[in-house]
């Protein structure tokens, strides 16, 4: 439920002391165990909670992560909040409802809010089940919503006194609303008067013991930068959008060291485009030269130099991931990738013989692909010096070009889908076969990998 640009009229103004009552931030995600499960604490609940504080506002930040809905509801129940928000996303959709119809029934006094991706792109969806939905970035204008709703009474008829029109980014249909004004995305020079996201709520034992167990090192994630210029047909990016918003690296130096106190020693650093200005990877390699943290990142294939990567390994780099998804151009076309199948090979290449380990994603049956060009992204996976490798279907995120281009959806559809290789649309690519050709060259990966590592 993070996001977008300064909130208008009262978002502008400053803390006034503590403001009576609280306000619950609650992430529904409980984990799977899946062999895929990659588990970091949400960042976007964090950086509401460090806004609202610095507002005078008690906020306590509900990651059900290592926890049970059950366990959610007696811990609501008795932090007795005012506001409830929800961070949600495609994939969430059913939980984010499971909470809402928790909250409604153990506290019909608590304001319900949801934001995040798909709340951004359908709010409606939510309108039935929540009081308001924030869409877009919304680290500004969430708390000053929220301190002056408790500062006016926190009932439901305090949203009547106010003039939802001050706050960007609110959707309502509550108690006979009609309110929508435009999310917003912040300009770098707001971005960076942040706080350091507040991690205080989370179980970090339980995190550094999942990553202890899976990865051998214990990591957690980082954001640099927002937003990404590229516009690719699968990529949907609601709440940060197109234009890259930079934070400041005093302040993100700080956070690191704060995640070293925290008992972590490794980052997972989860901009989009991290790599993208030269200048800005180079300051932030030298400075985090001196704290000895180890971490990995998304890269974009092209544009990719020795210098570049002997910088980044030099600097405590130790695995690039890269977003190949296809070893055929003409796939590549279809997807609006913006780079070349030799871009990916280059990259590889070059990152492999800096002594960074290279993960990669590849999307397989895309629509409109045909089965030779699959077959090329199978060969290019075998034949590259990659690390890692994993495929996936394509999925018609809510807000992306692809979602639009297979005829949009049903806001009302539960997006929930917890697979890798099942198509959610009409396709003339075999299922089965797929999923065979993806077990076959996954055995034969680990093989080769096995026999080089050997």
């Known amino acids: 439920m993070s996001g977008g640009l300064a909130g208008r009229g009262p978002a502008g103004r400053g803390p006034a002391g503590p403001v009576r009552g609280r306000v619950a931030l609650v992430f529904p995600y ?25 507002l005078g506002v ?42 809402a119809e928790l909250v409604r029934a153990e506290l019909p ?17 939510f309108a039935g089940h929540v009081d308001v939905v924030f869409r877009g970035e919304a680290d500004l204008s969430f708390p000053a919503f929220c301190r002056d709703y408790l500062e006016r009474g926190a009932a439901r008829r305090t949203l009547l006194d ?36 507040d ?5 970090h034992a339980a995190y550094q013991t999942a990553w202890s167990e899976k990865a051998g090192l214990k990591a957690t994630s980082l954001i640099v930068s927002l937003g990404c210029p590229y516009h690719c047909d699968f990529c949907s990016k609601p709440v940060f ?9 005093d302040t993100v130096m700080a956070e690191i060291r704060q995640i070293r ?28 030269s001196e704290l000895e943290m180890t971490w990995s990142c998304l890269s974009r294939a092209d544009r990719v130099t020795p210098e570049m990567a002997a910088m980044m390994r030099a600097a405590g780099c130790r695995r690039v991931h890269l977003g190949l998804e296809s070893g055929s151009q003409e796939t590549l076309d279809l997807m609006n990738k913006q780079a070349t199948v030799e871009d990916g090979v280059n990259a590889t290449r070059v990152y492999h013989e800096a002594g960074l380990e290279v993960a990669a994603f590849f999307i397989v049956g895309y629509p409109g692909e045909s089965v030779s060009s699959i077959e090329k992204t199978f060969e290019m996976a075998l034949t590259l010096p990659l690390d890692e490798v994993s495929f996936n279907v394509p999925m018609p995120l809510p807000g992306s070009r692809l979602f639009e281009r297979l005829g949009g959806g049903d806001p009302g559809k539960d997006w929930t889908h917890e697979n890798e290789l099942t198509f959610v649309f ?10 065979e050709r993806v077990e076959q060259t996954t055995a034969e990966f680990s093989r080769r990998l096995e026999a080089r590592r050997g």
């Open 58 to 99: 008690e906020a306590r930040v509900f990651d059900c992560t290592f926890s049970t809905l059950d366990r959610l509801r007696d811990e609501l129940a008795d932090y007795s909040p005012a506001v409830v928000g929800i961070s949600s996303m495609v994939s969430l959709t059913r939980a984010t409802l499971r909470v």
């Open 261 to 288: 106190e925290l008992g972590y020693d490794s980052l997972w650093i989860a901009d989009d485009t991290f790599t993208l200005d030269r200048g800005h990877l180079a300051e932030f390699c030298r400075r985090i």
């Open 30 to 54: 409980v984990r799977t165990r899946t062999a895929t499960e990659l588990l970091f604490p949400p960042l976007g609940l964090a950086a509401l909670a460090a806004q609202l504080r610095r």
């Open 109 to 125: 006094r608590s304001l319900l809010v949801a934001g995040g991706p798909l709340p951004t792109v359908f709010p409606e969806r």
């Open 241 to 249: 959008g197109n234009e890259v918003r930079r934070r400041d690296l």
């Open 162 to 197: 106010l003039d939802l029109t001050d706050y960007d980014g609110v959707f309502t249909r509550a108690g006979g609303l009609a309110v929508e004004t435009p999310a917003v995305h912040y300009p770098e020079q707001v971005l960076r008067t942040f706080p350091i996201p």
């Open 199 to 203: 991690r205080s709520d989370f179980d």
């Open 426 to 435: 009409p396709s003339d690519i075999d299922e089965h076969w797929l999923r």
